[in-house]
């Protein structure tokens, strides 16, 4: 026990960063815990955008940081080695090294490729899933995504008729156009 509370009174970081002082008037955002199990990437993105004013001042990102963490990150953060972080850069290198298990892998294009209407599923369930699948591709295919929402509809769907009698350019104006036929299929 007496270990252990001398290891987390010990922290990571340099000299050049321990001894800097936080500014007088910083006030602390508040951030979403890190769990251990959600993606980290999103993590780091989502504690820079909060402290996005400060992103220059490396003392502040480095001693701010652990406050975003929960208990299983914090036990990672205890057991870093006394003085061995000199950056925020290097504080989420390490981070990610240790969560990288936790990284949410983009879709790949064909997962959208594959997606089809299932029969007796409404528009509105098929376009809802369609587009969250699409969400989680990372590149821009949205022209790719326009024709293979088309194609996973069956053959005799009236929206599938009216694309391709007259094509969208754009998934806004693909939205719109399933927009109007949900309300007709929920009527």
């Not at 992103?55 to 080695?81: H, Q, Y």
């Not at 972080?85 to 390490?94: G, H, N, P, V, Y």
């Amino acid at each position: 026990m007496s270990r252990a509370l001398t290891q987390i009174s010990k922290l990571p970081f340099t000299s050049r960063i321990e001894v800097r002082r936080l500014l007088r008037q910083f006030t602390q955002p508040t951030f979403t815990m890190y769990n251990g199990k959600t993606d980290l990437v999103e993590h780091v993105s989502h504690f820079n955008q909060r402290m996005a004013v400060h992103s220059k001042n490396e003392t502040l990102m480095c001693k701010i940081f652990p406050s975003s963490l929960g208990p299983v990150a914090m036990r990672w953060f205890d057991g870093l080695k006394e003085g061995s972080i000199d950056s925020f850069k290097e504080l989420t290198r390490a981070f990610r090294s240790r969560f990288v298990t936790c990284s949410k892998v983009p879709r790949p294009l064909d997962s959208l490729l594959s997606m089809t209407m299932r029969e007796g599923e409404t528009l509105k369930t098929y376009s809802d899933r369609y587009w969250e699948m699409f969400n989680e591709i990372d590149e821009n295919f949205d022209d790719v995504a326009i024709r293979m929402f088309k194609v996973g509809l069956p053959a005799e769907h009236g929206l599938r008729k009216s694309l391709t009698r007259k094509p969208v350019e754009s998934v806004h104006q693909l939205m719109d156009r399933i927009d109007k036929y949900k309300r007709v299929e929920e009527d």
